[in-house]
């Protein structure tokens, strides 16, 4: 079965350092990847997504993830991490006989001023 | 800007009770998903639509949850009778399902918080 790992349940950065959440995979067939974010009291937000092509994908508020077939990986990315950026980070994989997606159990990114 | 819409946003019940929750999903968006969030489950998906047939629905408890499309516009999670555990928040989400081989992103509602007393 399709499923994603994150390894971490919270990461700690501090305003202007870069940033990474980490999300591993495990599918059979294409990996279809995505990232969401979750702020406060919110739905989830779709941030990027991965189905083929350029190994680094760029989203949304300046995120980017890469592609790493060889290590199963899809690390979400920013180069300067923002206060606002504080949330929650869901990596997902699409599950492989239908729509759904399959959610990983989240990491909480806190960022310090 | 189109958004999924959920209501309640906010429900308080107690044990035994009714509760309906509602979502209006994008206009146009064929595709229509029910997750729960616990802070000990996590994300949990519960249900799952395409062209208002229900496709997937092992994630519900099945004695106690139902989930339907009424029509286009509008899906309904109903739980009969709540129990406390139950206390979750309800997120509704839609997209596009696999439209001309792509596979499009989920746009969640803003989600019913549920407190079963």
């Known amino acids: 079965a399709q499923s994603v790992a994150q390894p971490e349940d919270q990461v700690n950065v501090a305003e202007g350092n870069p940033l990474t959440v980490k999300c591993t995979y495990s599918?059979?067939?294409?990996?279809?990847l995505f990232w969401y974010v979750q702020y406060p009291n919110r739905g989830l937000q779709f941030l990027l997504k991965?189905?083929?092509?350029?190994?680094l994908v760029k989203g949304s508020y300046g995120f980017e993830a890469e592609f790493n077939k060889s290590q199963t990986s899809f690390h979400l990315k920013k180069p300067s991490a923002l206060v606002s950026d504080s949330a929650l980070y869901f990596c997902?994989?699409?599950?492989?006989?239908?729509?759904?997606?399959?959610f990983g159990t989240g990491t909480r990114l806190l960022v310090s001023p | 800007d189109a958004r999924v819409t959920q209501t309640p946003r906010d429900k308080v019940t107690e044990m035994g009770q009714e509760v309906t929750m509602r979502c209006q999903p994008i206009?146009?968006?064929?595709?229509v998903f029910w997750y729960r969030q616990t802070m000990m489950q996590g994300l949990e998906l519960l249900a799952y639509?395409?062209?208002?047939?229900?496709?997937?629905d092992s994630g519900m408890p099945k004695d106690r949850f139902s989930a339907e499309m009424p029509d286009a516009t509008l899906a309904t999670l109903k739980i009969q009778p709540s129990e406390p555990r139950d206390s979750a928040v309800y997120f509704c989400?839609?997209?596009?399902?696999?439209?001309?081989?792509?596979?499009?992103?989920?746009?969640f509602g803003p989600g019913t918080r549920l407190t079963v007393l």
């Open positions: 989400a839609s997209g596009l399902g696999e439209m001309g081989g792509s596979y499009n992103e989920q746009f």
């Open positions: 599918v059979s067939g294409n990996p279809y």
């Open positions: 991965y189905i083929t092509g350029d190994n």
């Open positions: 997902a994989v699409r599950d492989k006989s239908f729509q759904k997606l399959v």
């Open positions: 206009l146009g968006h064929n595709t």
């Open positions: 639509f395409r062209n208002r047939a229900p496709l997937d």
